[in-house]
């Protein structure tokens, strides 16, 4: 019944046509011929019959709205598109046909493959005659205008008894996309190549020093470290306290092939008496003063000789150390204490401080010429709650050092690690360090949550903390009392300076230090 209605609404419209208008009987046979494809007649009795303006509407005016819409999407098809009947002849094309072979349409339109590929001319009709011949697409690349790379795609259109009645040929410049799939494979290479590099020294250096990272950051300081390895030049390393350095002065003296398996000596420079400083760096000669080994003593510049010297807390040195530590670093040589034999050395110099000195050499603290002599190239560790990102490596990294070093099993729970993700990490890795140990250690039930961690790393979190945590009124504020207390002693240095910060007295700065036994450090400093 269905195609009944077909064939009597194909034959209406064809008569109306030839009713209203003389088209001739090449033109009717061709609209028979288009009319006799079931997709295409299909769509166009479809969509002219649920047109709700056909009702008063002239059917041929109608069909010729359709066909007019249907050849404005053919012609403005970015892909090139041609048609090729049976017997190879081009039946149809668009403009964007034209602009990537670079033909004229009267050089196309019309004419048989048969014949061009004979002759050689115009363009290379081997995917339509391929198609044609073997009945199936047919995909190869051509050379098109101005040297462009063209896909060619044949697809063939089949007959009700199975036979090839028109090729539809596809041309889609892909000049553009080919240079663009070289860029891509040569940065994947090179991405390959840096990736590789990086993954063999995180591999390495996450084993021997523990060097956890995945900001683009510490990637970079990373790069820098790695570079500057290979050279003899001063390294300053400017960091907060607790985010590595001495990580970074480790790796700077084993990537070094010369100095590697020459001794990496450290020195905390905070650490020393100020009295024993000039001997300690530089040795004594026996019996040089009052207690002195009878055997003599090499300083740590003679110990480092042919490796490394790592100066921590560089800042902390005394000016009188300072004029003698320059003229070792200008002049390669030393004399220890109480003697005259001057030692030659070949040292490479690490400094790093978490002060800032330039202030320190406008108030003639720091030498400003000492200060240029270390600092050739400096390099700045971010602190850790500038690099974000490497909280949670760093989390589980240890979480899982703690695990194998205490045999246990332990776990953060997602609210934890959001929880600490948060937190400004004042004290950097070291804290972060330390708090994975307390936790590993101090926890009894394998998962760590939220009321296993002190009140200050999740002051940033929202008020279900404290009911999850069941704290009572008195010990949150003396929790939040010696959070607050901690962090301004520690980044004030000095209780008068953190008095002022919090807006208390410095005698209750003492007091709550002494309570909650925070370190003290000199009132006026």
Not at 238 to 249: L, M, N
Request: contains cysteine; neutral net charge.
């Amino acid at each position: 019944m269905g195609d009944m209605i077909y064939e009597m609404a194909t034959e209406d419209i064809i008569n109306t046509i030839t009713d209203e208008i003389d088209i001739g009987s090449l033109a009717v046979e061709r609209l028979c011929q288009i009319l006799s494809d079931g997709e295409i007649a299909g769509e166009i009795l479809t969509r002219v019959i649920t047109r709700e303006k056909f009702h008063g509407l002239n059917l041929l005016e109608v069909i010729n709205n359709e066909f007019k819409e249907l050849n404005s999407i053919f012609q403005d098809s970015y892909d090139g598109i041609t048609v090729v009947n049976r017997n190879g002849m081009v039946t149809r094309l668009n403009k964007a046909f034209l602009r990537l072979t670079g033909l004229k349409i009267e050089n196309v339109l019309g004419v048989n493959l048969y014949h061009i590929n004979k002759q050689g001319r115009y363009f290379d009709p081997t995917v339509a005659l391929k198609v044609l011949e073997t009945g199936k697409p047919v995909t190869i690349l051509q050379k098109g205008a101005n040297g462009k790379e063209i896909m060619a795609i044949g697809s063939p259109v089949f007959d009700e008894s199975g036979k090839v009645i028109w090729v539809v040929v596809n041309l889609r410049d892909v000049t553009e996309l080919k240079q663009l799939e070289e860029k891509l494979r040569k940065t994947q290479e090179l991405n390959a190549h840096y990736l590789f590099e990086m993954e063999n020294l995180r591999k390495k250096y996450t084993k021997e020093h523990c060097v956890v990272f995945k900001s683009k950051e510490m990637e970079k300081i990373i790069e820098l470290a790695t570079r500057v390895s290979i050279v003899e030049s001063p390294v300053l390393i400017h960091g907060e306290s607790g985010v590595g350095k001495e990580i970074i002065a480790n790796l700077l003296h084993d990537m070094n092939t010369k100095r590697k398996k020459a001794p990496l000596i450290k020195v905390n420079c905070g650490a020393i008496p100020k009295e024993l400083m000039e001997s300690e760096f530089f040795g004594y000669e026996p019996g040089a003063f009052t207690g002195a080994s009878r055997h003599g003593k090499p300083g740590f510049f003679e110990l480092a000789n042919k490796g490394t010297i790592f100066l921590d807390e560089i800042g902390e040195l005394p000016l009188r150390l300072q004029v003698k530590l320059l003229r070792v670093l200008q002049e390669h040589e030393t004399t220890r204490l109480g003697g005259v034999k001057t030692i030659k050395l070949d040292v490479r110099v690490v400094a790093a401080t978490n002060r800032d000195l330039e202030p320190m050499i406008k108030e003639k603290s720091f030498r400003e010429d000492l200060y240029y002599r270390i600092n050739v190239i400096p390099i700045r560790i971010p602190s850790l709650r500038e690099r974000q990102d490497d909280i949670v490596p760093l989390l589980f990294h240890f979480l899982d050092f703690y695990n194998k070093k205490y045999d246990t099993k332990k776990s953060l729970s997602e609210e934890v690690v959001q929880c600490l993700t948060k937190y400004d990490w004042p004290g950097n890795v070291r804290e972060l360090i330390n708090l994975i140990e307390r936790l590993v250690v101090t926890t009894d039930i394998q998962q760590i949550t939220l009321k296993d961690l002190p009140l200050r790393y999740c002051a940033q979190t929202d008020s279900s903390f404290y009911r999850t945590n069941q704290m009572n009124l008195t010990a949150a504020i003396e929790e939040v009392e010696r959070g607050l207390v901690n962090q301004a002693m520690k980044s004030q240095k000095s209780t008068y300076k953190a008095a002022k910060v919090l807006g208390v007295s410095q005698s209750t700065v003492v007091r709550l230090a002494k309570k909650y036994q925070v370190t003290e450090v000199s009132p006026f400093l």
